[in-house]
């Protein structure tokens, strides 16, 4: 939300549809378990306030009316409501004429079959609810399971049944009947999927028609292109000659499950003290540019002895990568900030997303921007504890680490292998068909 709401701030309520019933079940159901109870329970509490008639007619209600009602304060409300702004399920709207006064619109949230087709909405479902409680959702909310391979859809399309003026065509029209989809930044290098696929017995279209999945498990979970292709290899229905994308999800998270529980056994190997403090930085910001946010997160929490990754830093990492806010580097040099410059045995969401908005209105788009503002910063607080004679215990610490962890070198070795594979050398093709004989042998 992209105002500085106030609790003697007033606000109206309008939607262009009816709600129904099932509309209610569908947020408390799929939507609920990443947004959570606190904006889903705004979501119904506004939903009760809807209006009707002109603008002049809609009843004035009081943001502070709205906390009490909820029994949350004022950065509570903040936060809900940007979620649900996030998942189009809210618009708001500011009076240009009295900035004091807003406009809630309500959206129709998503119904079950258009929900798990948006790969970004789905993806986070199931990393928070787990695969067992998704599949019964699917079940549940998408239903109707059955084999379409022996049938070809005839239906008519729009324009075979209207007269369209300006003579529009079907892509034109079909354009503007799509929902719009949250949209996430390419990881993948599409041209080098391209040329893998044509040795794989995945049809071509799969890749073309399915981009956004693709591209969000690639995200989500820091997939390269080869492991992209053996998850679809692995979650092709040979009988319909199609990849059947839930289990490509399913599949992607049992993975990314197993290779945490093997890194689990690995000893971490620092680097000696003979290293330089640049060498030292330099090594930890190609780690930072390499690593997936919840790699990153995992890997650095694993070298301090902390296994268990909550389900609030989960939702804390997805949110930051989905909101596109912050590039994927400086989302893990502030992951690094807070769990070793600033000690904290967790990510705390509020501070996260507090100090993430800082950097925003700073500019700060690079990891080594990141690691200068943190020092400017924290040279200027040590400076002022020290005028005012107070002791502070963390003066002279540097966002930085001067040992190096084993996963970062690790890391380094993957992405120089990676990037040789991808470069213009005359034995591109010749490597990618190796490694997908690896790949169909395992």
């Known amino acids: 939300m992209n105002h500085n709401l106030l609790p003697t701030d007033q606000y109206k309520v309008v939607s262009k549809a009816v709600l129904q ?23 119904l509490n506004l939903s009760s306030q809807l209006g009707v008639g002109d603008y002049n007619q809609l009843t004035n209600n009081l943001i502070e009316d709205l906390l009490i009602t909820l029994d949350i304060n004022i950065d509570d409300l903040r936060e809900s409501l940007k979620k649900l702004e996030a998942v189009n399920l809210i618009h708001t709207y500011v009076n240009r004429n009295d900035q004091k006064i807003l406009l809630f619109e309500l959206l129709i949230p998503k119904n079950g079959q258009e929900f798990f087709r948006d790969s970004l909405l789905s993806s986070m479902l199931l990393q928070y609810v787990g695969q067992q409680r998704f599949a019964f959702l699917l079940d549940k909310f998408e239903g109707n399971h059955w084999q379409t391979q022996s049938f070809e859809e005839v239906s008519a399309d729009f324009v075979d049944a209207f007269q369209l003026p300006n ?26 999927m391209k040329q893998m696929i ?49 289990r490509f ?15 689990e056994s690995k000893q971490v190997h620092p680097q000696t003290k003979d290293d330089s403090q640049n060498n030292s ?8 540019e390499n690593y997936s946010p919840m790699e990153f997160l995992v890997a650095l929490k694993e070298e301090q002895g902390i296994e268990a990754i909550s389900n609030e830093e989960r939702i804390t990492i997805s949110n930051a990568v989905s909101n596109d806010n912050l590039p ?10 807070m769990l070793v410059d600033q000690e ?13 908005l800082d950097w925003m209105k700073h500019k700060i788009d690079t990891p080594q921007k990141a690691i200068e503002y943190t020092q400017k910063w924290q040279y200027e607080r040590q400076k002022k504890s020290t005028s005012q004679g107070k002791y502070n215990r963390k003066i002279g610490r540097k966002p930085i680490i001067e040992k ?31 490694l997908l004989n690896k790949i169909n042998h395992d």
Do not use: C
Not at 349 to 354: L, P, S, W
């Open 21 to 43: 019933d099932f509309h209610f079940e569908t947020v408390s159901q799929l939507y609920q378990p990443f947004i959570g109870a606190t904006s889903t329970s705004l979501f």
């Open 344 to 356: 904290m045995s967790s990510l705390n969401r509020k501070y996260f997303e507090r100090t993430a």
């Open 167 to 192: 003579h529009q065509n079907k892509v034109q029209v079909n354009a503007k009947q799509n929902e719009k989809n949250i949209k996430l930044p390419s990881k993948v290098n599409w041209q080098l």
């Open 328 to 337: 994927p580097a400086v989302i893990n040099v502030l992951i690094h900030y």
């Open 249 to 263: 999800r399913n599949l992607a998270v049992e993975n990314y499950e197993f290779s945490l529980k093997t890194d």
């Open 198 to 246: 044509q040795n794989s017995f995945v049809p071509g279209e799969e890749l073309v028609q399915h981009t956004e999945i693709i591209n969000t498990v690639a995200v989500m979970y820091g997939l390269d292109e080869v492991q992209l292709l053996r998850l679809m290899e692995n979650a092709m229905d040979v009988a319909r000659n199609k990849v059947n994308w839930n």
């Open 404 to 434: 190096m962890p084993y996963w970062v070198n690790q890391k380094q070795t993957k992405t120089q292998q990676s990037q040789k594979k991808q470069s213009g050398n005359p034995e591109v093709k010749e490597q990618i068909q190796d």
């Open 281 to 288: 930085q330099s090594d930890l910001i190609t780690a930072f």
